[in-house]
Structures are given as structure tokens and as C-alpha cells.
């Protein structure tokens, strides 16, 4: 086989046979594919796609490039969320916990930040001592001591996934639909969980635009979920304005802390509870009205709460940062961006506020810089809500005072005030599942 022939088939728009995929993603992964034969193939997917079943393969070429998870001798119904990416979103330190305390077992592996979007294990390095880098076997014992392990994805997890991503990033070919749903799902499958929720988010701030792009995509996971004998559901979720109040990876463990102590905002309580759910649904606790309230009595009872602060402490960090926010601290330097009129913020845009968080330092600006994990922006007025001229609409901060010019501009582009307030937009658009779509 040659892999000029593949790239000529597919930029012809055909279909390409089992054997040709698989034969790929292995040569790929061995290093005998190179980069530049590889990124034409990516372009040549981005612009004629790639049929269900095409997808199916290579999810399953990609699940099968390293090692597959076994924790078939963990206890309980294992379960896993992802996302697809936003601002703000600290979904999975809220919904995890709920999950574990509700009796499913967690055994989760999250990214780092990427772009603008934030990532769930800068978000826990960035509490003193945890870590994130845990072995196979440190995670599994984790898990199998407290019911729940959030950690950074394995060396050998979906490694063909690492290698095209890292190339997808660099040639303009993430936003594709079947490039993101073979590389969500393969780590999925090669994560071993029996039940699977999927937030896709929609909007500026993530990496699908629309809503019927994100509905595809959605229908897209989901079959190859089901294919693979997963209970999986999928819920489009509004990521047009950042979810919560809080960006920057201390300050969204604060506003996650809060949320499981039930005095979070109500969008992202709204989003954590749609998602806890939905995967308590999937585990057969029940109707999701039901799993609904099993989801709230977890947060009431301050179980959820404890589930985070054993899982830091199993991870190496202390539990009273969990129960005292407070104590992570607060950057040094701030400055305030203030309302030019008055009237009502008519468009917050979720991607300039990402990268203006991202200039105060709170995400990467190459693959291996460093992080500040006090770095962020506190919104004070989100779209919709009436502002007075001089009023305050958002807190910047960060550890380089350097830094908050550039990112107070970018700030003011994101936000737009206008006269009249704006049409809602609904904070969860459909669900899409087996059955279809609601
Ligand atoms: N997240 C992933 O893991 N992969 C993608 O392609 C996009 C978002």
C-alpha cells in the first residue's frame, strides 16, 4: 500500500476500504508515515469528509494504535464525561464528584488546555501537591480507594490520537467533524468506561461554530459509541458566552467548589446537573428526573464536596484547599474593565474572553510554556444583564503586570453593550442519544 494512493483516493472524495485506514493510523503510529503525507491526507478528510462507517475505523484504528484500559476489576458502573472544549468550563470537577458520590466508579483521563479552551488538569495542578500525571497503576489504586481519578492521559492511551493532533493543531485541521469525533471517541474507548456523557459545546468559544455542526457531531460520537456496545448520550450545550463567572484555572477550582456546595452560578449548576443526570441515567439509577434529584441530595448533603476533596488528597494534594478555596490566593496584579455606556451587554464572545485569559497567563502560548495558575478574568455582568456607564463588567488578573494591557484589549473587544436587551440563548439546545435527537 502507498499512502499517496490514499491521499489521491481521498481528495477524490471516495470512501477508503478497512484495510487502508488501518494500515494508516499503523504505519503512522510506528513514525513510517511522514508528517507532510499525513497533514495532506487531514486536509484532503477536512474538505470531502468522511462516511460514518470510514469514522467508525478509524476511531477504532486510532482506540487500538496503544494500549486499552481494562477496569473490568474495579467495582460499581464505571463512567466518563468529556468535553469538547470551552471557556469557563470546570464542568468535570463538578460532575465527577456528583458521580462518584452517587456510587459510579470515575476513572477519567482530561487534556490540557488547549487554545483558548481551558483543560481540567491544569485546573488540578493548579492546587498545591496534585498531581496529575499518575501511572496506570497509581490511577487504577485511586480509584479503586475512593471511587474517583481525574488524570492527564496516558502515554500509551490512543497514541496515533497525540501524534495527529499535535499535527491537526498545526494544519488547520481541528475543526473538522470526523477528525474530532475519532479523536474524542477513540480515547474514550481506549478508556475503558461502560457509560459515556458528552458535553459538545456550541458557539464562538468552542471549536464547532453551530448548532446543526455540533448536532452532527454529536450524532457522529454517539454511533460510534453505541457501535462499540457503550451506553453513550450527548448534550449540545451553549458555549457562545463562558459558562460561570470565573476563567482562569485557580479561580474556576474556586467557582467548581462552590458549585458542589451548592452556591454555584446557575448556568454551570444547570450544566453540571444536566450532565450528572444524564450519566446517572446511563448507569440505570433511573428516570432522569429522578437522577436529577439524586444529583442535587449528592451536592446538599455535601457528599459531592468530600468526593473532590478525598480524590485531591488521594492525588497527592490537600483537602483543605478544597474545603478553603480561599486559600489558593489571588493574583497580585488586576485592573478593572469598566462599562463605556450604559445599557445592556449585548454579546459577550467566549473566544476573545479565552484568549484575553490566556494573555493574562492562564493558558499556554506553546505546547510547553508554563502556566500562571492565578491568572484569569472575574466576570461581574454576563450577556443580557443591564450595566451603568463605570461600571465594572470584568477583573482581570495575573502574577505579570506586563501582561494586563494586552489582555484588557482583547477583554473590550469581547464585550459589546447595546441599548436594548438581547434574546436569550438557551443554555442547553438538544440531547441526542440512540434514539435520536431532542
Ligand atoms: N478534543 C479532542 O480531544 N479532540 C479534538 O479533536 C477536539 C477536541
Partial sequence: MRMVDIIMKKRGGEALLEEEIRWMIGEYTRGEIPDYQMSAFLMAVYFQGMTDEETAILTDAMAGSGERLDLSQLPGVKVDKHSTGGVGDKTTMVVAPIAAACGCTVAKMSGRGLGHTG??????????GTRADLSKEEFLEVVARTGIAVTGQSGNLAPADKKLYALRD????????PLIAASIMSKKLAAGSDCIVLDVKTGSGAF?????????????????????????AALITDMDVPLGYQIGNTLEVE??????????????????????????????????????????????????????????????????????PEKLGRAPFTAE??????????????????????????????????IDP????????????????????ATLLTSDESRLEAAKKKLAEAV?????????HPLIYARVTEQGIE
Avoid: N, W
Fill in 416 to 424: 459589546i453593550i447595546g441599548a436594548a436587551a438581547p434574546r436569550k
Fill in 170 to 177: 498545526v494544519t488547520a485541521t481541528v475543526d473538522s467533524v
Fill in 208 to 232: 464547532m461554530k453551530t448548532v446543526e455542526d455540533s448536532v452532527s457531531l454529536a450524532e457522529k460520537m454517539v454511533a460510534i459509541g453505541v457501535h462499540s456496545g457503550k451506553k453513550i
Fill in 374 to 393: 492565578l491568572a484569569g478574568i472575574i466576570l461581574s455582568k454576563k450577556t443580557g444583564d443591564a450595566v451603568k456607564k463605570g461600571e465594572t463588567i
Fill in 119 to 128: 483543560g481540567t488538569v491544569d485546573k488540578l495542578e493548579s492546587i498545591p
Fill in 255 to 324: 467557582e467548581a467548589v462552590r458549585t458542589l456546595s451548592g452556591e454555584g452560578p446557575r448556568d454551570l449548576t444547570d450544566v453540571c446537573l444536566a450532565l450528572a443526570s444524564q450519566l446517572l441515567h446511563l448507569a440505570g439509577h433511573g428516570e432522569i428526573d429522578f437522577c436529577r434529584q439524586e444529583a442535587q441530595e449528592a451536592i446538599r448533603s455535601g457528599a459531592a464536596l468530600k468526593k473532590l476533596a478525598d480524590m485531591i488528597e488521594a492525588q497527592g494534594g490537600d483537602p483543605d484547599y478544597i474545603y478553603h
Fill in 337 to 370: 474593565l469598566a462599562a463605556e455606556k450604559s445599557g445592556y451587554i449585548e454579546r459577550m464572545d467566549a473566544l476573545d474572553i479565552g484568549v484575553a485569559a490566556s494573555l493574562l497567563g492562564a493558558g499556554r502560548e506553546t505546547k510547553d510554556s508554563a
